[in-house]
């Protein structure tokens, strides 16, 4: 299954890369990717 997902006020591209880092390792998720500019 894929999931999209908007966030509000992500600040920087630092910031993104940790959010992505963090959901890789929850349990049951295969590959989360986080695009900066588009806040998805």
Do not use: P, R, W
């Not at 908007?6 to 890369?17: F, G």
Request: aromatic content about 4%; overall charge positive.
């Amino acid at each position: 299954m894929k999931k999209s997902m908007k966030l509000m006020d992500l600040d920087c591209a630092y910031c993104a890369s940790k959010i992505e880092e963090a959901v890789n390792k929850v349990g049951g998720v295969a590959k989360a990717e986080m695009n900066f500019l588009s806040q998805k």
